[in-house]
């Protein structure tokens, strides 16, 4: 059984639960954006606390993924601040983790996080941190994308060939025509608003979309910045005509497995903060 189809989910609705990464992490709170029930393998919003140490363990059988939205989370030597990213391959040595100040951050894990030995993984797989500000954007990768928007590559898995990245996109832009994808597309929107067929998506917005499901057109009057995952490869697109034309402000009409559903029952409210 893979994870439900979730387009989308604001994540301000789902609410801070006392949390310990199922015992690899105490101390923490975390909102479950979605998570496998075969192997365990999870998106979160994870808040630490000011002052917040663990000494251990410091090695993990799982990958994992972050991306600090707020504050600064350390690992072993190395400090992350806001939009600091990195990619934790099961295996690898990382230290003790601490965030001083605080810090809310997305992380992926690649199956239920549990102590491991160290070593036995790929380096090529190992990005102990980067700064996705200082990256610079590029475009031009895909001919039939509509122009106005950037990317800002995080990473690419050797093994596999899944890709993390950034989006930007310019105001007053919108496209005529829907995407498939032959992968799992993830996103988490960091700012600006998105007018698409689900719905308009504002900033905390989540999804976790199966491969070959059509999707958009979208459009957005403020810009936005969005953060995306694949999962079985990198992203390739195919353009395909809309079930219904582009429109501003359409209805919402999520898809969301039931116990998320009755989670956000009744609740509109969309916080200032994105989490």
Known sequence: ????????????????????????????????????????????????PVG???????VLAVDEEVLVLDGALTVGDRSHGTMGYAHLPGGCVRGPMAAPAGAVALVFFSGTPRPGPAGGYDP??????????????????????????GRK???????????TWILGTLPLRWAERSEVHPVVEEMYLLSGEVHGNR?????????????????????????NLY????????????????????RWWPGDDPVLPPEMAAAVAGDATHAPRPW
């Open 1 to 48: 059984m893979a994870r439900p189809w979730i387009e989308f989910v604001q994540s301000q609705r789902l609410p801070w639960t006392a949390h310990d990464l199922w015992g690899v992490r105490p101390g923490i709170e975390a909102k479950i954006l979605s998570r496998d029930p075969d192997d365990g393998a999870a998106s979160l919003l994870v808040r630490y």
């Open 199 to 223: 719905g308009v998506m504002r900033p905390g917005a989540y999804f976790w979309r199966p491969p070959l499901v059509a999707h958009g057109p979208y459009g957005s009057l403020t810009g």
């Open 124 to 149: 090529a797989r190992l990005l102990p941190g980067v700064d996705a500000l200082a990256i610079p954007y590029t475009g031009n990768f895909h001919p039939q994308f509509p122009p106005g928007a």
């Open 153 to 163: 590559m995080l990473f690419q898995d050797p093994a596999t060939g899944d890709q």
């Open 52 to 58: 917040w140490n663990e000494p251990g363990p410091p």
């Open 227 to 246: 953060f995306f995952r694949t999962k079985g490869g990198p992203l390739s697109t195919d353009y395909v005509d809309p079930e219904r034309p582009f």
